[in-house]
């Protein structure tokens, strides 16, 4: 648990202003999301059955919670880590055509998260996913939807500047993009966490791009990401530099969905390909399952981002340790 406490800080809102422009973000960056994107909000599961393998592993050791229910036998039902696989199948099921979307809201508990000012054990995020076509799965696809996020979030700063003006967090007027192994290229002795802080900082904001596989000059991976919903040559995260706390802030993880080819790829590298066998691989792998691109955009994150919040604990309520919440309180942070 590494906890940043910012020297002189000053939340400029109320709890209960807090509370106010949490909302105004929330309604109004999800209408303007699925308004750029072409998406529809569609109502989604915070469980799912274990056997269906739709659950998101994340970076394959965390848990997930889970229970039975009495009148589902003895069958593990879990919560969801994140909806990335179940929302191709909903893109199917429901009927959804070319260049059509969906997004929902999606809430999780991720109880082996790490907390500290950006992570927390409930996690809240737009979780969203469009139909594309095969010849689609480019590089050009992935940036130019990156690009229309970014717009849809430099739209919500001036939106919130309107209506806050003495809390809003400025952002940079540009995004740039660079891959994992440029960064391994440029920084080779420093972590990819570093190298994360260092180009945030010199570009304002970022999408790194390439995560998952193993990177060329050490062997290792840049981050951990489940063989069976991105691909990891199309994929990515948008970083800003984030100069209230002096270190970098994900708002999004996002790319395009695992092939045929290349999810009997990714599970062979990652040791998992009796996953084959679970019945969405089973159909992704036969084909039946459309083309996508898709991710998840932190609500509590963007949240934080446009008000200057020093700690996710302001805009959202979740359980912190006893001695986080003193020390947060002593420098003027009050968790939720």
């Not at 192994?181 to 994360?196: A, F, G, I, K, V």
């Not at 309520?317 to 002593?330: G, N």
Request: net charge negative; proline share 4%.
């Amino acid at each position: 648990m590494t906890l940043i406490l910012p020297k002189d800080y000053d939340s400029k809102l109320t709890i209960r202003e807090t509370e106010e422009a949490i909302r105004y973000i929330r309604e109004t960056f999800q209408d303007e999301l699925s308004a750029e994107l072409n998406l529809q909000r569609m109502s989604a599961p915070m469980f799912v059955r274990h056997s269906s393998g739709l659950n998101d592993d994340l970076n394959g050791v965390e848990t997930p919670v889970h229970f039975t229910a009495k009148d589902l036998g003895d069958e593990r039902i879990e919560i969801v880590h994140s909806l990335a696989k179940w929302k191709r199948l909903a893109l199917k099921k429901y009927g959804f055509g070319m260049h059509e979307g969906l997004y929902t809201n999606m809430n999780a508990i991720r109880k082996d998260e790490d907390m500290d000012n950006f992570h927390s054990i409930y996690v809240d995020q737009w979780d969203w996913e469009k139909v594309i076509a095969k010849e689609e799965r480019t590089e050009a696809t992935l940036k130019a939807t990156v690009k229309q996020i970014f717009k849809v979030i430099k739209h919500m700063e001036h939106e919130v500047w309107y209506k806050y003006p003495q809390a809003v967090h400025h952002l940079p007027d540009e995004i740039h993009f660079v891959t994992t192994q440029e960064l391994e290229d440029r920084w080779p002795e420093l972590t990819p966490m570093e190298r994360e802080d260092k180009i945030a900082k010199e570009l304002g904001c970022v999408f790194v791009m390439k995560i998952g596989d193993k990177l060329q000059r050490s062997g290792e991976r840049h981050d951990g990401r489940a063989p069976d919903y991105d691909d990891w040559a199309l994929n990515g995260d948008i970083i800003f530099w984030y100069e209230p706390l002096g270190c970098k802030l994900e708002v999004s993880s996002m790319g395009i969905r695992v092939s045929e080819k290349s999810l009997a790829e990714q599970l062979k590298k990652a040791g998992a390909e009796e996953r084959a066998k679970l019945p969405f691989h089973r159909a992704l792998l036969a084909g039946e399952l459309p083309y996508t691109i898709g991710g998840g955009i932190g609500q509590s994150r963007l949240c934080m981002l446009l008000l200057g919040k020093a700690h996710v604990g302001e805009v959202q309520a979740s359980l912190w340790p006893e001695s986080m919440r003193e020390e947060c309180d002593k420098v003027g942070i009050h968790l939720l």
